[in-house]
C-alpha cells in the first residue's frame, strides 16, 4: 500500500494525527494491510497493490470507511480484490474517485451508498452482481460504464441526481430490478447502448425506465399494509376515485393538518382542487375517546375521506395512516384511487420514542428534520435528544459560555479519527422543537447526572471533587469522574442551566440521566471534603458503600424539586438498581439487559411510571445482524428486527400494570459507532418500526409472519423517499 499525500495538505493533517494518535484505551489498533502505521488518518489517496482487501471484522474496508475521514481517492486496480462486500465504503462523503480492479466479480448491498462526491464510475467486465442500493445516492455522479453485464439490484443506482451519461457495453440488458433507476426516470441523460440493441433496452425491466417521460403515471393504490397495524380495519368493497376529490375541509383548530392534507394530497394523488365533488374532511370530536387524545377514525367513502380524531394529534395520526394508503408501488407515481373503508385506531402506550445521541457524534438539525418526519410516519410522538455527556455538551446556555465554546470540539471517536464538533443555539433549537410539533412529534431534552458529565467538568472544574480539569473523552465507556453533591456550586449550575432549557423545550418532561454513576466512579466521592461534610450535615454514617448511593438521592432529590416547583416538568432517569426508590411520579427507564423484571417491580412499589428500552430489544446501535455494521464496537451483542418485534411493553405483568404505570417504549441510538447521518437511519430502521408497532398496536393485532411483509414494502418506500426527497417534506 502507498499513501499519497498531495502537497500541502500534509503539515495541516499532521496536527490531527498528533491529536488522534495517544489514544491510550483505544481497543482498536490498525494494523494488517494498514500496517501498524497511522499514515492513513491523514491519507486522502490510497492505493492498495496485490492481495485481496480483507472484508470481515475490522476489515480493511471497514478501515478506509471508518477511519480514513479524509479519503478522496482508492485505487484498487493493481489488487486481486474480488468483492466489494455490502457496506464497504457506505457514506464516504469525500470519496471522489474509486478505481476497480479487473479481478472484482461483486459488489455488495450499500457499498457506496451515498459517496456523493464520486463522479464517474466504471464497473469492470467481470463484475456479474451489483447489489440492492450499491450506488444509492451518489448524488454527485456523471459518468457510469457497465462494462460487462452484471445483476443489479434494487435501488442500486436510484437518486443519481447528477447522471448525464451511462454507457453500456452489454447487447443483452443487464438484469435490473424495475427500480434500479429510480428518480432518472424523464431525464435527459445519453444511454449509450451497442448498436442493433436499443429496442431491447427500451422494453428491459428497469432499463425501460429511462425512456419514460416524466409524467403522472397514475395508479391504483398497492395492497394495504399498513404499519404500525391499526386496531380495527374493514374494507367496505368499493372504490373512492381521487380525482373526484375538489377540496378540503378542516375544523378551525386543524390550521396545521390542514396544511399536512393539503401536501399529501397536492404531492401524492391526481387530486386537482376546485374540480371534483367529494371532500377531504378533518375534524376534532374530543369526547371521542375516553382512553387518549391520540385516537381516530378514518372513514374512506366513494363520496369522500374523513378523518376523526380526538384532537389535532389523533387527526394527524389519521393523516399517516392515509398517507401510508396512498402508497404506490412506484414511489414516483401519483395515486388515483383509494379502497373504500373504515379504520378506527388507537395507540396502546402513551409515549413511543426515539433517543439519539448527538454528544457522542454530533448530528445537525437539518439532519435531524427528515428523521423526525420518518418518525412520525410510525407514529412515534418523541424524540429524545441525548444532550450532553463526557464527549461533549451540544446546547448554547447563556450562563455558561464555555460549555459550547470548549465543550463541543474534539478529534476522535475511538479508532474513528473524526473531527466532531458542533452544538445547537437556543434559537436554533426552538426552531427545531416547533418544526417536530408540527409533526407531534415533542423533543425530550436529557442533561446526564451525576455520571457522563465530563465535558462540563471539562470547561467547569469546579463541578467535580478535585477541582481539576479533565479533557473531553475520546472513548466509548464510563469515565470515573462525577459531579460533586457537596459542592454548592454544582446545584447553582444546574439550576440556571435547567431556568435556560426552560424556556426552549416546552416538554413536561425532562431527563436527568443518572446511568452508570455507581461503582467504580461513586468511590470519588469517598475521599472528598465537600462530600464528607454533605455527609455529616445529612447524617449518613454508613460505610458500607451505601453512603455514597445516599448522596446521589439527595442530589437527584433536590435537583427534582426545583425542576417540579420552578418548572412543572416530569423528571425521566436510567433505572439502576442500587438506586433503591423512584421518585413517587417520576418516570424510570428499563434499559439494562436482564434488569427490566427489577426495574418494573421498582416502579409498581414507588408509584412512578416506567418506560421499556430494554437492551435486549430496544438497543438500535446495536448490530442487527452478526457482522453488520457497526463491525467494530465495545463488544456490542446482537439486536435481531425480530428481537425488537418480540418486545411485550407490558413484560408480561398484565393489564392492571400496563394501564397504571406502563408509560411507553423507547428505541436507543447511542452514536458511539453512528457516524454518519446515513447510518443513523441504517441502524434505526427497520428496527424502529418494530418498535413502532409494539409501542402503538394491541397485542391482537401483531403477527411477526405479517408485520415482516409490511415492513419489506416500507422499507423500500423509505429508501425511495429519502433518495427522491432528501430534505424534510
Ligand atoms: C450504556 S444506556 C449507556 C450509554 C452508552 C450505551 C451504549 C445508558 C443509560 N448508558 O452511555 O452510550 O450503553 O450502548
Redesign the pocket.
Known amino acids: 500500500m502507498q499513501f499519497n499525500h498531495p502537497a500541502g495538505v500534509l503539515p495541516q493533517l499532521k496536527e490531527d494525527f498528533h491529536e488522534v494518535s495517544p489514544h491510550p484505551h483505544s481497543h482498536h489498533i490498525l494494523h494488517d494491510r494498514f500496517g501498524t502505521s497511522r499514515g492513513h488518518v491523514a491519507a486522502t489517496h490510497i492505493t492498495f497493490v496485490g492481495s485481496p482487501l480483507s472484508t470481515t471484522g475490522n476489515s480493511d474496508f471497514r478501515r478506509l470507511r471508518d477511519c480514513c475521514p479524509r479519503l478522496q481517492e482508492v485505487d484498487l486496480r493493481r489488487s486481486l480484490c474480488q468483492a466489494l462486500p455490502p457496506n464497504a465504503l457506505f457514506a464516504c462523503h469525500r470519496l471522489q474517485t474509486l478505481l476497480l480492479p479487473d479481478s472484482l466479480q461483486s459488489i455488495g448491498a450499500r457499498a457506496c451508498y451515498a459517496c456523493d462526491s464520486l463522479t464517474t464510475l466504471i464497473l469492470p467486465p467481470g463484475v456479474t452482481e451489483v447489489g440492492d442500493e450499491a450506488f444509492a445516492g451518489c448524488r454527485r455522479l456523471r459518468s457510469l460504464t457497465l462494462s460487462g453485464r452484471p445483476k443489479l439490484g434494487r435501488l442500486t443506482f436510484a437518486g443519481l441526481d447528477s447522471l448525464q451519461e451511462i454507457q453500456v457495453s452489454a447487447a443483452v440488458p443487464p438484469p435490473a430490478h424495475p427500480s434500479t433507476f429510480l428518480g432518472l426516470r424523464g431525464r435527459s441523460l445519453r444511454l449509450r447502448v451497442p448498436r442493433g440493441s436499443e429496442q431491447a433496452y427500451r422494453t428491459a425491466p428497469g432499463w425501460s425506465l429511462l425512456y419514460e417521460a416524466d409524467e403522472d403515471a397514475a395508479q391504483p393504490a398497492g395492497p394495504l399494509g399498513l404499519l404500525p397495524a391499526p386496531d380495527s380495519l374493514v374494507q367496505t368493497g368499493g372504490t373512492l376515485l381521487l380525482r373526484h376529490l375538489g377540496g378540503i375541509e378542516a375544523d378551525p383548530s386543524l390550521t396545521n393538518e390542514y396544511q399536512h392534507a393539503l401536501q399529501l394530497l397536492a404531492t401524492r394523488t391526481t387530486y386537482r382542487p376546485g374540480r371534483g365533488r367529494a371532500r377531504l374532511l378533518l375534524r376534532v370530536d374530543s369526547t371521542y375517546s375516553r382512553h387518549t387524545d391520540e385516537a381516530y377514525r378514518l372513514e374512506v367513502t366513494t363520496r369522500g375521506i374523513c378523518i376523526t380524531g380526538g384532537s389535532p394529534r389523533g387527526v394527524f395520526w389519521g393523516l399517516m395512516t392515509l398517507s401510508q394508503l396512498l402508497d404506490t408501488p412506484d414511489p414516483e407515481a401519483r395515486c388515483s384511487a383509494l379502497p373504500t373503508l373504515v379504520i378506527t385506531d388507537q395507540p396502546r402506550t402513551a409515549l413511543r420514542e426515539l433517543m439519539v445521541?448527538p454528544a457522542?457524534i454530533f448530528i445537525s438539525l437539518d439532519d435531524l428534520r427528515p428523521f423526525v418526519v420518518e418518525m412520525a410516519r410510525y407514529k412515534f410522538n418523541a424524540l429524545h435528544l441525548h444532550l450532553v455527556?463526557d464527549q461533549a455538551w451540544r446546547i448554547e446556555i447563556k450562563s455558561y459560555p464555555l460549555l459550547t465554546e470548549q465543550g463541543s470540539s474534539r478529534v476522535g471517536m475511538d479508532d474513528m479519527p473524526l473531527q466532531i464538533s458542533g452544538y445547537y443555539t437556543q434559537e436554533e433549537m426552538r426552531d427545531f422543537v416547533a418544526f417536530a410539533a408540527r409533526y407531534h412529534v415533542e423533543i425530550i431534552p436529557e442533561i446526564e447526572m451525576p455520571g457522563?458529565e465530563v465535558a462540563a467538568i471539562h470547561c467547569y472544574p469546579r463541578l467535580t471533587c478535585g477541582g481539576q480539569q479533565v479533557p473531553l473523552r475520546t472513548t466509548?465507556g464510563v469515565s470515573n469522574e462525577l459531579l460533586c453533591p457537596g459542592e454548592e456550586f454544582v446545584y447553582e449550575f444546574l439550576g440556571n442551566v435547567f431556568r435556560e432549557l426552560s424556556t426552549v423545550f416546552p416538554s413536561r418532561y425532562i431527563h436527568l440521566g443518572g446511568?452508570?454513576a455507581g461503582n467504580p466512579p461513586l468511590g470519588c466521592w469517598t475521599h472528598c471534603a465537600k462530600c464528607d461534610s454533605l455527609r455529616h450535615a445529612l447524617g449518613i454514617t454508613t460505610t458500607d458503600g451505601s453512603e455514597n448511593w445516599r448522596l446521589q438521592d439527595y442530589l437527584f432529590r433536590r435537583v427534582i424539586d426545583t425542576l417540579r416547583t420552578q418548572y412543572d416538568k416530569v423528571p425521566m432517569f436510567?433505572y439502576e438498581t442500587d438506586f433503591r426508590e423512584i421518585p413517587a411520579g417520576c418516570i424510570t427507564f428499563a434499559?439494562r439487559h436482564g434488569l427490566t423484571a427489577a426495574a418494573i417491580r421498582a416502579a409498581v412499589d414507588n408509584g412512578a411510571r416506567i418506560m421499556l428500552c430494554p437492551g435486549e430489544h430496544c438497543?438500535l446501535?446495536y448490530p442487527a445482524a452478526a457482522g453488520d455494521m457497526p463491525e467494530v464496537n465495545w463488544g456490542?451483542p446482537v439486536t435481531t428486527l425480530e428481537q425488537t418485534y418480540r418486545l411485550d411493553p407490558a413484560w408480561g405483568f398484565g393489564a392492571d400494570f400496563e394501564e397504571a404505570h406502563l408509560m411507553g417504549v423507547a428505541g436507543?441510538l447511542?452514536s458511539?459507532c453512528i457516524p454518519s447521518v446515513e447510518r443513523l437511519y441504517y441502524m434505526a430502521f427497520p428496527r424502529a418500526m418494530a418498535l413502532a408497532e409494539a409501542g402503538w398496536s394491541a397485542a391482537r393485532r401483531r403477527c411477526w409472519e405479517d408485520f415482516q411483509r409490511r415492513a419489506e414494502r416500507q422499507m423500500q418506500q423509505q429508501a425511495a423517499r429519502r433518495l427522491l426527497h432528501p430534505t424534510a417534506r
Do not use: A, G, K, L
Open positions: 445521541d457522542r455527556d457522563h466509548c446511568d452508570e436510567w434499559w438497543y446501535d456490542m436507543t447511542w458511539e
